[in-house]
């Protein structure tokens, strides 16, 4: 796997320890109980189109060792349907070769990128990302193997933005979407002048300014920039310019130099293409203070990610041949089709837009059109608040985007912003309203410019918990629930159209590999993750990641040993043997839910078994189309097995299952995990135990310690004809 480092993820942050909880009282059954009133009825979900996986970047060559006919049946019955591709050059600031074939805009395989979309095309079984020489951030959340180019030390080289943020194609004033470089000195320094070397194009008016508080990249809310008492430049030049920017130095952090105006001269490729004469260049940029005429820097200037740190605004996709990764591969988009793990169904696709070109976006779809290839939903780049994109200038490339992918295929369903993981509202600077909300104001942009529609659906990702849990997690387990009840409404609340799909694209426990990604935890937070969000409004959630990779410690903490996903695989990518997850979405996919291309409609359902308030053992109920009843049970409780009743109220009418009673339970008899670092194994490992018993009011389930349990059965027939049959309709 390749050795991803840490994203920027908001984690809940939770005790360790475990929780104290009372010894269920024998003779004691507890009542699980749903509101069967069909008025009541909360969400509709498709299995095959609602529970799926995720398929990521790998390590060179290991494509052809993943995809094989051995693998492939492997994952597939999971009962994982559709998949979602997800783009990981965008986290590691990369243009995507989607397809090694294609043109560059310029001489020499340089320029600008765009794949070859004739169905002529050979198949396309690899693709790969390719580095931006303009690039200028110093780290990415990616492999974090490249640097920023804007105190490389090398004045040859040059930080550019994105040249379609540039008047010429927003069709809006620079001062819209202006683009800004900022420096983290790591901590508080005395600041009071600055040393740009300008590039071409430079910037004919631009500020200087500092942040007021605490962090300007983590806490964009709680703080705003103000402009040095001679910061602000009209009229500027280019060339190396040293600016006094207070009369006593400041003592600051961070530094941002705030660019509204271009001189719209041509880079060093040339003036034959309009996007290299747009935006903004800068060689190299010092902060520090100047004595008479000695300028001392405060930066350091490497050319590795050892430099002091910069962020910046956008950059320019411009690129060459000789910039391609080569570490590191993702499966050609005629691997994922043909090779079996779509099951024939519509698959999530992305476009490369914060690195990529709207033609290259557009010859993507084309492609795939053209080879007949379902698509369900186009995902437009991924993680712009990991990139610190503010919300204006996604807004305006994803318009770009969306009307050549629309001249491509109007009908084609767009969305995004493809949030990374995040359990609350994701923040930015304030605007001159003080909206710090990226949702709303992404939202916003969108509306002002009648142009709502193009937002087919809302994706985001889930990664809730901190990796470095001790001990069974049931104190975080316990709050899976609410965080999704919590972060569905608060996209909602940011003012995401009513009925416009959320999809979380990406979810697992952690953001980094953790054992309990193959323990039993990780089992209970599958059923109730997929639950909880399907009940609370979500349209799907993809499981992250369908391909097997062996067990790795990313995290670096104690329980860091573990594996995205399903498995527990080879060094060759050959999956050695499932491991709790995999069975948990077998209990999700196969048994709670139908295993069929049809509507399930969720109904309220509670549990009297609770803990600090919240429910320990988590129910959740669906009527299937084959009209039988399907309750889930998440025992969270690592220590004690209950007995419940279940009933289901329909006004003042309760109604029971009716024999016989089908359960499945996956618990510690079934699977236990055995940490031994990259070797760890399950044993036993699954099945899960299937068994029948009579209903009626007095039947008494079952429910093992630290697991999951299904129970299905039809009810009355009075309420059996009540289902709700047919296909979903899809937003």
């Known amino acids: 796997m390749i050795a991803r480092a840490?994203?920027?993820?908001?984690?809940?942050?939770l005790s360790t320890g475990v929780?104290?909880?009372?010894?269920?009282?024998?003779g004691i059954v507890h009542r699980v109980t749903i509101d069967a009133n069909p008025t009541r009825a909360l969400n509709?979900?498709?299995?095959?189109?609602?529970l799926g996986a995720g398929l990521d970047a790998q390590n060179a060559g290991a494509v052809k060792q993943i995809y094989t006919p051995a693998n492939v049946k492997e994952m597939t019955s999971s009962g994982m349907g559709e998949v979602t591709y997800r783009l990981y050059t965008e986290l590691s600031v990369q243009d995507w070769h989607w397809n090694p074939k294609g043109s560059w805009s310029q001489s020499g395989n340089e320029g600008y990128w765009i794949g070859a979309s004739a169905p002529s095309s050979p198949p396309v079984t690899d693709s790969y990302g390719y580095r931006l020489p303009h690039r200028g951030d110093t780290n990415d959340n990616g492999n974090n193997d490249d640097y920023g180019r804007l105190d490389d030390g090398d004045p040859s080289t040059y930080w550019k933005s994105n040249p379609y943020l540039d008047t010429r194609f927003t069709g809006e004033p620079n001062?819209?979407?202006?683009?800004?470089?900022?420096?983290?000195l790591a901590s508080k320094k005395g600041i009071d002048a600055a040393r740009i070397t300008w590039s071409n194009p430079y910037a004919t008016s631009y500020q200087i300014q500092y942040w007021t508080?605490?962090?300007?990249?983590?806490?964009?809310?709680?703080?705003?920039?103000?402009?040095?008492?001679?910061?602000?430049?009209?009229?500027?030049?280019?060339?190396?310019?040293?600016?006094?920017?207070?009369?006593?130095?400041?003592n600051v952090r961070y530094v941002r130099v705030l660019l509204t105006a271009s001189s719209n001269t041509c880079d060093s490729h040339g003036s034959a293409d309009p996007r290299d004469c747009v935006g903004y260049a800068i060689a190299e940029l010092g902060l520090g203070t100047l004595s008479g005429n000695t300028f001392t820097d405060r930066m350091r200037h490497v050319a590795n990610n050892s430099q002091t740190t910069t962020y910046t605004s956008s950059t320019d996709p411009w690129h060459q041949a000789s910039n391609r990764v080569t570490d590191e591969e993702q499966a050609g988009l005629d691997v994922v089709y043909?090779?079996?793990?779509?099951?024939?169904?519509?698959?999530?696709?992305?476009?490369?837009?914060?690195?990529?070109?709207p033609d290259d976006a557009a010859a993507e779809l084309r492609y795939l059109e053209a080879r007949g290839y379902p698509i369900t939903y186009v995902e437009m780049g991924e993680e712009p608040d990991g990139q610190f994109i503010v919300p204006e200038d996604y807004g305006t490339l994803y318009l770009q985007w969306a009307a050549a992918l629309h001249a491509v295929d109007p009908n084609l369903k767009l969305g995004g912003p493809v949030f990374q993981g995040t359990t609350s509202d994701v923040q930015t600077w304030r605007d001159a309203g003080g909206n710090a909300s990226w949702l709303q104001r992404f939202i916003a942009y969108l509306s002002a410019h009648g142009r709502l529609s193009d937002l087919a659906f809302m994706s985001f990702e889930w990664y809730p918990f901190s990796p470095c849990t001790n001990g069974f997690p049931e104190n975080a387990l316990l709050q899976q629930p609410s965080l999704a009840s919590s972060i569905i409404k608060t996209w909602r609340k940011d003012g995401l159209p009513s009925g416009t799909p959320m999809l979380i694209t990406e979810a697992n426990w952690s953001a980094n590999t953790t054992e309990h990604?193959?323990?039993?935890?990780?089992?209970?937070?599958?059923?109730?993750?997929?639950?909880?969000?399907?009940?609370?409004?979500?349209s799907g959630l993809y499981l992250y990641q369908y391909e097997p990779d062996p067990l790795f410690n990313y995290s670096g903490c104690k329980t860091g040993w573990g594996s995205w996903g399903m498995w527990n695989a080879t060094n060759h990518y050959t999956i050695k043997q499932p491991t709790s997850e995999y069975f948990a979405a077998q209990l999700v996919t196969q048994e709670w839910s139908q295993a069929?291309?049809?509507?399930?409609?969720?109904?309220?359902?509670?549990?009297?078994?609770?803990?600090?308030?919240k429910a320990i053992v988590a129910p959740y109920a669906v009527q299937r189309p084959d009209g039988q009843w399907s309750v889930l049970l998440v025992n969270k409780d690592p220590s004690n097995a209950y007995r419940v009743g279940v009933v289901f109220q329909n006004g003042s009418k309760a109604e029971y299952f009716t024999s016989p009673v089908a359960q499945f339970t996956f618990g510690p008899a079934q699977y236990v995990w055995h940490p031994n670092g990259k070797n760890g194994s399950g044993h036993p490992d699954g099945p899960y135990a299937t068994s029948s018993q009579p209903g009626g009011a007095s039947a008494v389930y079952a429910l093992p310690a630290a697991s999951v349990t299904v129970l299905r059965a039809a009810i009355s027939p009075s309420q059996r004809s009540a289902t709700r049959r047919g296909k979903l309709e899809r937003p």
């Open 44 to 50: 509709t979900y498709d299995p095959l189109r609602a």
């Open 517 to 538: 990604f193959q323990d039993i935890a990780g089992a209970l937070w599958y059923a109730d993750a997929a639950a909880a969000f399907l009940t609370s409004g979500a």
């Open 338 to 357: 043909t090779s079996g793990v779509t099951r024939k169904l519509p698959a999530i696709v992305p476009v490369s837009l914060l690195y990529g070109t």
């Open 6 to 13: 840490i994203p920027f993820v908001v984690v809940l942050a």
């Open 213 to 250: 508080g605490p962090d300007a990249i983590y806490s964009p809310a709680q703080g705003k920039w103000v402009t040095f008492p001679s910061g602000s430049v009209a009229n500027g030049k280019g060339g190396i310019v040293t600016l006094r920017l207070a009369s006593l130095p400041r």
């Open 596 to 613: 069929a291309d049809s509507a399930h409609v969720l109904y309220p359902a509670a549990s009297d078994i609770t803990l600090k308030g």
């Open 175 to 184: 001062t819209v979407h202006p683009q800004w470089v900022i420096v983290d």
């Open 19 to 26: 929780a104290t909880t009372a010894a269920p009282v024998p």
